[in-house]
C-alpha cells in the first residue's frame, strides 16, 4: 500500500537522470554533506519524520548549512532532472512530499536561525526549527508568532495554511509571513513579499513547495502580556456530549467575538480502551488568573485534569501539547470544510466512533477528530495582509470549520486494510455534508492525504492565478515534475 502511495505521490515525474549518479555529483561538491544509506546520518535523518510511512529509502540524504549551497543543489538538480524532496519538520505525513524513494532527500535541519527583530518585530526564522524553538525565543521578549500549537510541527506549515493560537485574531500562519527567501528552480535566491516578487508571496501563501526551496522565513510577531492563561484540558468519555455543545458554541459565538481566546476542539478514540478521551488546548492571551465566561464552559464540563494556568512560555504550551505524539507509529490525516453546524458536527462525531471501533484489532489504533474554525474576521486579515492562495473570501461571512480526521497505528503491513477504508469513510461523510448544502471547497493543505485535491479546492481563479506564477519562477515546472507531494492541477 505504501508503494503505491509513494508511486502516486510521484505520478507527474519526468524521465530523470539515474538518482545514485545525481547522490555522486552532489557528493562531489560536498562530500562531508551527502549521506548514503550505510551511514548512521542517512538513518538518523530517515527518523525525523512524524509518520512512518515517510521513513522512505532516498539514494541520500543532503544536509546543506548555507543558502549558497541549497543554490548549488537545486541548480545541480535542475539541469540533471534529479528527483527530490526537500523536509523541515517531517510532519507531512504524506510520502513522498518531504522524502522519497532512489531520490535525493534535502533536510533543512542545520538552518536554525532565530533572530528577532525587536524595532519591527518582524522574526527571521530558519525552516530547521520546530515551533516550540521559535516560541522560546519569542518567549524571552514576551512576543508570539501565528505558528503552530504542537512543539514538532515544523515551518511547511507556513506554506499550507496554518492554524495558532491566534487565528481569531490574526488569521493564518501564512498570513502572517512577512517574506520569504526562496531559492528557484534556477538556483536563483529571490525575497518573496508585498513589495518584492509579489505574485510570488501571494502563491507561496498556500501554494506550498510548488515555487522553490524556502530557506528563510520573516514573520510578523505580537506583543504579548507577560503572562497569558493556557494549557490542556483531559477529558473522559463522561465529558463528550458536553463537549460537543461547546465546540459548535466555540464556532458560532466565541471565536468570531472574543478574538483573544483560542481552543482546538477534539476527541480521540483508543481502541486499546474501547473509549473516547480528549487533549484540548485552551488559550485566552490575557493576563488574567481565571478563564472568561466565553471559555468558562470548557472548564465546568467533566474532566480528567485540568492544567490551565498563568504562564510566561508559549513555549511550554507547545511542549504540552505534544506529549504523547512522538515519531515512529504509522499516521494519516485528511480533511475537509464545512460551514459550522451544530447537527453536522453531533452526526459526523457518532459516525467517526462508530467507524473507529471497527479496527480496534489493529495494533496501537487510535483516531483522532478536530473541529477548527476560521472565522470571517480571519479571512478578513487575510486579505488585509495581502492576500494569500487559498481562495477562501466571500464565505458567506460565515465561520467555517475544517474538519480533521487523523488515524495512528503500529504496523505498516496494516495499511492495506485502514487506509482505503479511511479515505472511503470521510468521502461519505463529505457528502453528507454536500447533501446538506454546508459543504466548503477548501481542503487545508497541512491536514491533507495524498489522493485529496487541495489545490482544486481554492477555486478556479486561485488555480489559474498559481499556474501563470509557476511559469514566470519556473518555466521548465522543475517543482511539479522532480518534487513530489500536492501538486497544481494539470
Known sequence: MRLLIVAAAFAGLSSALPTQECCTLLSQLYPTKVYAPDVTAYSTANKRYWSSTCSLKP?????????????????????????????????????????????????????QQREIDNSTNIMHLGPGNRFYQAYAEMDKYNKVGVLGRYAQVGTGLLL????????????????????????????TVVTASRTSNSDLFKAMKGGGDNFGVVTRYDLQLYDRPATVLGGLITYGEAGMATLEDL???YHANVAPNDQQTHVLPNWGYNAATGLRE??????????????????????????????????????????????????????????????????FFHDVNALYLEWSKKYQHIEGFYTLHCNMPITPHAVAEGIRKGGNSLGLAGSKNQTLSVLYFGLSFKNLADTAAVFPAHDEFVESVKKIASDRGILHKYIMWNYSAYNQKVIEGYGPESVAFLKRVSKKYDPTGVFLRLVGGQKLPE
Not at 509571513?177 to 531559492?183: G, Q, R, T
Open 59 to 111: 539514494s541520500c540524504f543532503f544536509e546543506p548549512n548555507t543558502v549558497p549551497e541549497v543554490s548549488a543543489a537545486v541548480k545541480l538538480f535542475s539541469q540533471n532532472n534529479c528527483k527530490f524532496s526537500v523536509t523541515a519538520g517531517g510532519h507531512s505525513t504524506i510520502p513522498g512530499a518531504a522524502n522519497n524513494d532512489r531520490g535525493v532527500t534535502v533536510a533543512m535541519v542545520n538552518f
Open 278 to 343: 480528549a487533549f484540548v488546548p485552551v488559550f485566552y492571551n490575557k493576563d488574567v488568573s481565571v478563564l472568561p465566561p466565553s471559555l468558562k464552559g470548557w472548564a465546568d464540563a467533566p474532566t480528567v485534569k485540568n492544567t490551565v494556568r498563568r504562564t510566561n512560555s508559549i513555549s511550554a504550551l507547545a511542549l504540552e501539547n505534544n506529549e504523547g505524539y512522538g515519531n515512529g507509529l504509522v499516521q494519516e490525516q485528511r480533511t475537509f470544510t464545512v460551514y459550522a453546524n451544530k447537527q
Open 160 to 187: 499550507g495554511a496554518g492554524l495558532s493560537y491566534l487565528n481569531n485574531q490574526e488569521g493564518l500562519g501564512v498570513d502572517n509571513v512577512k517574506a520569504y527567501e526562496v531559492v528557484l528552480a534556477n538556483g
Open 247 to 249: 465546540t459548535y458554541d
